[in-house]
């Protein structure tokens, strides 16, 4: 099993109150830049640096005031599915800017972006991120936001997407989101975003940090 050749795009950067902490989402392109062009990872980069930091930190992407964008990041991946070139990194950096909502609750939550595709199940029918967006109280129950917030977070997700595709971008600067797999080479174009009421847990985040501990003995 192998992957069809195509391009990692990775967004990321820390927490301001807990600056050890990391925080990155994927998405992944097609190889294809438009025109039968082979994307170029520094023109791509260029073209949407400012749209997805101005996106970051508007109120209509619901990022957490702690988490900061730090990085885009746009590299080649081959057959099998590790960089094409392992000596250098596309990236481009941004002065840290942080999310435009006060946080609710621990910054491992998150109201996940689901994509969907053409394909209703199957290799490549589907993928998700967990972005840095806890940051709307629960309203339905402790654990579920209500229909509205959950309305705002996938349009969210549908602009992102519509950043990432770069339509007015040059050949070779356009992106096609899509959903790869290993399994016969899949590569499915990404046709729009779902978001759940329930918050998720973005299991990988909080690995860095070092947590203090608190003892207390039983009476005697």
Request: contains cysteine.
């Amino acid at each position: 099993m192998s992957y069809t050749p195509h391009v990692l795009f990775s967004f990321g950067g820390s927490w301001s109150s807990d600056p050890a902490e990391i925080w990155e989402c994927s998405v992944r392109l097609s190889a294809d830049g438009g025109g039968g062009v082979t994307l170029d990872p520094e023109a791509y980069l260029s073209g949407i640096s400012a749209a997805l930091f101005s996106w970051y930190q508007s109120t209509a992407a619901s990022m957490n005031a702690l988490a900061t964008l730090a990085f885009i990041k746009a590299n080649h991946i081959g057959a099998d599915g590790k960089y094409v070139d392992k000596t250098t990194t596309h990236v481009h950096d941004f002065t840290p800017a942080a999310g435009a909502l006060s946080p609710v609750g621990p910054g491992f939550l998150s109201i996940a972006y689901s994509w969907y595709t053409a394909n209703a199940r199957g290799p490549g029918h589907s993928g998700r991120i967990f972005p840095p967006n806890n940051t709307n109280a629960p309203s339905v129950g402790a654990f579920q936001v209500s229909s509205s917030v959950t309305a705002a977070y996938a349009t969210s997700a549908a602009l992102l997407l519509g950043i990432l595709k770069n339509s007015a971008g040059a050949p070779g600067a356009k992106g096609t989101p899509i959903i790869a797999s290993k399994v016969n080479g899949a590569i499915v174009p990404i046709v729009g975003a779902t978001v759940n009421s329930v918050y998720d847990v973005q299991r990988r985040r909080k690995n860095r940090i070092k947590g203090t501990r608190s003892a207390a003995h039983v009476p005697a």
